[in-house]
């Protein structure tokens, strides 16, 4: 499922920020991005997603900022800086220069100073990065949350008008059979005349053709998985697999129901239910 959250811990002029994104993914795929001097902290964070992220790309950055006074110290590069110097004054010697060295002339030379961050312990880094980490995956949490209680609105909303198709089709199967019967009766006159009907034998046609087009059994089934689905939701943790599965299921018994159907009413309907388990599928991509 999408969504995004942001952690920050600050210590003693220490601050670290957090980020973690998700995007869809059948999987559960971890990426970071972190300074190189960190990266003792990468398997413990992956391990802290892991705990919580069943599925999903996940993308994880951190900056580290120290703001504190003693955060940097520069030292002058003692050896360097006379060799320097003394280079300078060889140079206007030499070339007749005029010798008038002032500190403005070294400071644009960066190897001049000795730049050094102070050392930060190992632990203090790792307790202020899960601390923030942690926030970060529950404002994640909440964001997707939300979403997934807008999408489980959304996939119901589309299993109950589900449901009122499959209604639908309850209710126009068993007159399929009286019209089909019908039918057969008026084929039977048309080609007998006046001769009676066999009233047996156009029972046996009537019986055989409705046991051919019946399709309680998979409408049946069908209400059983829907059933399933407001279970699945109402238990919580993750549900997107198992909801993959029953939609797979759901497909395979309108299909059925499709390949059963000798009436145009019923075709319709089957087109309008796999319309909507199609719109199903799509948004339980998004849900973990």
Request: contains cysteine.
């Amino acid at each position: 499922m999408t969504g995004f959250g942001k952690g920050k811990a600050s210590e003693n002029g220490i601050d670290i920020t957090v980020e973690i994104k998700t995007v869809n993914h059948k999987f559960f795929e971890y990426q970071s991005r972190m300074p190189r001097a960190y990266q003792f902290l990468d398997e413990k964070l992956k391990s802290v997603c892991m705990e919580k992220l069943s599925r999903g790309k996940t993308e994880l950055g951190v900056i580290i900022d120290d703001t504190s006074e003693d955060a940097l110290s520069l030292t002058v590069n003692e050896a360097y800086t006379k060799a320097y110097i003394d280079g300078l004054h060889k140079l206007a010697k030499e070339y007749k220069l005029k010798d008038d060295i002032k500190a403005s002339s070294l400071v644009g030379n960066n190897d001049i100073f000795i730049t050094k961050r102070r050392d930060i312990p190992e632990d203090v880094i790792e307790r202020l990065a899960l601390s923030a980490a942690n926030e970060a995956l529950q404002n994640l949490y909440d964001m997707r949350a939300r979403e997934g209680e807008r999408l489980k609105a959304d996939v119901l909303s589309r299993a109950e008008y589900i449901l009122s198709l499959v209604e639908k089709i309850e209710a126009r199967s068993p007159e399929t059979v009286k019209e089909y019967e019908q039918k057969l009766k008026e084929k039977i006159q048309e080609l007998l005349g006046d001769n009676t009907v066999d009233e047996q034998r156009l029972l046996t046609e009537t019986a055989i053709f409705a046991d051919k087009v019946a399709v309680a059994e998979e409408t049946v089934r069908l209400r059983s998985h829907i059933k399933a689905m407001h279970e699945l939701f109402e238990t919580g943790g993750p549900v997107g697999r198992k909801l993959d599965f029953l939609i797979q299921e759901m497909n395979r018994e309108t299909n059925t129901i499709g390949s059963k159907a000798q009436d145009i009413t019923i075709a319709h309907t089957v087109v309008d239910i796999k319309s909507e388990i199609e719109k199903i599928r799509e948004q339980i991509q998004n849900i973990e």
